[in-house]
Structures are given as structure tokens and as C-alpha cells.
Nanobody, 122 residues
Framework: VQLQAYGGGLVQAGGSLRLSCAAS????????MGWFRHAPGKEREFVAG????????HYADSVKGRFTISRDNAKNTVFLQMDSLKPEDTALYYC????????????????WGQGTQVTVSS
């Protein structure tokens, strides 16, 4: 099973990035896909999640209205569109797969991608 996250980079405040997470190695139709981020000196935190089956999405309060999570079932890929980026969004972003309804707690996820760095300059 592999989750491969990519799309990070350096962007100025107010800019946009689109992260992708390509899943392979098993069927994820019953899974919940989450994006987490981990900044130096901070706890890993939930950013957004989506139910693979019907597209129900959830967001952390800090990103609501700025980030949009979506999925492409045919390509087994989950996306995180990040707009109006702020310096405090700077972190290593991970995608992860949860075996059922999802959770804000990172420890309950089964599979993790390798992380992609997002840096927002002021």
C-alpha cells in the first residue's frame, strides 16, 4: 500500500498551492482520507478529510473557507487546494488513510504518505 503526496513548494502569502495524494496497492473506497500537517515545535494537526465513497468533507477551523479537499475516484487521488495561504500554514503536509469514518486524531490512521513541504513567506 502506498500513499504518495506531492505538490508542495514555496509560495508568498496570499498565494495558492494544490497538493495531491495518489493512493495505490488496495481499494480505498471504504476509507476516509485525511490531510495533516506538522510544523516545527507544534503537534501534528488535522487539516481536512474526505470520505472516499460520497465526498463528505471536514475541515479544521483554521483552514475553513481557504482550503478545499476533493477526490478523483478514477485516479485514486485526493487533492487539497490551498488558497489565501498564510505564513502560519507553513508545515510538512501528509496524507493519510483511515479505515472507517475518519478522525481528527492522527494515531488512528492506518497508512501515511511521505509528506510534502509547504512554505509560505510573508
Amino acid at each position: 500500500v502506498q500513499l504518495q503526496a506531492y505538490g508542495g513548494g514555496l509560495v508568498q502569502a496570499g498565494g495558492s498551492l494544490r497538493l495531491s495524494c495518489a493512493a495505490s496497492g488496495r481499494t480505498f473506497s471504504s476509507y476516509y482520507m485525511g490531510w495533516f500537517r506538522h510544523a516545527p515545535g507544534k503537534e501534528r494537526e488535522f487539516v481536512a478529510g474526505i470520505t472516499w465513497s460520497d465526498g463528505t468533507a471536514h475541515y479544521a477551523d483554521s483552514v475553513k473557507g481557504r482550503f478545499t479537499i476533493s477526490r478523483d475516484n478514477a485516479k485514486n487521488t485526493v487533492f487539497l487546494q490551498m488558497d489565501s495561504l498564510k505564513p502560519e500554514d507553513t508545515a510538512l503536509y501528509y496524507c493519510a488513510a483511515h479505515p472507517s469514518g475518519g478522525s481528527y486524531y492522527w494515531g488512528s490512521y492506518d497508512y501515511w504518505g511521505q509528506g510534502t513541504q509547504v512554505t509560505v513567506s510573508s
